[in-house]
């Protein structure tokens, strides 16, 4: 068994990609640019400092990517309260933490985000860390969060839970695995050639099928 769980926190434990994507296409659209909502999607697990020049160009991100991240940010908290764990969400925690394994909850947000978070799934005094947009330089599908994620765990021995292809390739790039679900919307096929090991349809499903992962 892994001595650690790194644990993804919006789309994985909390749904939230599609405010975020939402919040994503109302920010562009205060700056005159209008992108499909569907083209947002399949960038969200993707940090805003990658997001906006993945979506448009490096010309965007250097004349109005900041402008662009703070108008997100307020456009998603405008959407905050209509977020809800997803099912199962702190259950899983309790798993591995009786399993006995060190958890780390996943996140670059904001802090005040990650702490609105932490309240829904009532998980501040059974995870043993987290992390916010404070630790790290450069997002998902970039290491970085992960690699920030292992340190706090105090353990090399670790596996991811996430919902995305960004996710997976962070994941991979950080040397873990990862065990994916199909709450972030990527397909199951998608998931699996961007590193997952296995995937299931929630984390539901996941739960009743731990033993045949490497969360085992």
């Given at each position: 068994?892994?001595?650690?769980?790194?644990?993804?926190?919006?789309?994985?434990?909390?749904?939230?990609?599609?405010?975020?994507?939402?919040?994503?296409?109302?920010?562009?659209?205060?700056?005159?640019?209008?992108?499909?909502?569907?083209?947002?999607?399949?960038?969200?697990?993707?940090?805003?400092?990658?997001?906006?020049?993945?979506?448009?160009s490096d010309e965007v991100e250097e004349q109005k990517g900041d402008d662009l991240r703070a108008a997100e940010k307020v456009l998603y908290l405008?959407?905050?309260?209509?977020?809800?764990?997803?099912?199962?969400?702190?259950?899983?925690?309790?798993?591995?933490?009786?399993?006995?394994?060190?958890?780390?909850?996943?996140?670059?947000?904001?802090?005040?985000?990650?702490?609105?978070?932490?309240?829904?799934?009532?998980?501040?005094?059974?995870?043993?860390?987290?992390?916010?947009?404070?630790?790290?330089?450069?997002?998902?599908?970039?290491?970085?969060?992960?690699?920030?994620?292992?340190?706090?765990?105090?353990?090399?021995?670790?596996?991811?839970?996430?919902?995305?292809?960004?996710?997976?390739?962070?994941?991979?790039?950080?040397?873990?695995?990862?065990?994916?679900?199909?709450?972030?919307?990527?397909?199951?096929?998608?998931?699996?050639?961007?590193?997952?090991?296995?995937?299931?349809?929630?984390?539901?499903?996941?739960?009743?099928?731990v033993e045949d992962t490497p969360l085992r």
């Amino acid at each position: 068994m892994p001595t650690a769980a790194i644990l993804d926190v919006d789309g994985t434990l909390v749904d939230t990609n599609y405010q975020h994507a939402l919040a994503w296409f109302r920010a562009f659209r205060q700056h005159g640019i209008v992108l499909p909502i569907w083209r947002i999607h399949r960038h969200i697990g993707m940090g805003g400092d990658q997001l906006i020049a993945a979506l448009t160009s490096d010309e965007v991100e250097e004349q109005k990517g900041d402008d662009l991240r703070a108008a997100e940010k307020v456009l998603y908290l405008e959407l905050i309260e209509e977020v809800h764990p997803l099912s199962g969400a702190r259950e899983l925690i309790e798993d591995l933490r009786r399993a006995g394994q060190r958890i780390v909850l996943a996140s670059s947000a904001k802090p005040d985000e990650v702490d609105h978070y932490l309240e829904l799934l009532d998980a501040r005094g059974i995870v043993d860390d987290w992390t916010t947009s404070g630790d790290v330089e450069s997002t998902k599908p970039e290491p970085d969060l992960v690699l920030a994620a292992i340190e706090k765990a105090g353990e090399d021995d670790a596996v991811m839970v996430g919902d995305s292809t960004w996710d997976c390739i962070a994941a991979k790039r950080a040397g873990i695995q990862t065990v994916a679900v199909l709450t972030g919307g990527f397909s199951e096929q998608e998931l699996l050639d961007a590193g997952a090991a296995c995937v299931f349809e929630s984390i539901e499903e996941l739960r009743a099928n731990v033993e045949d992962t490497p969360l085992r």
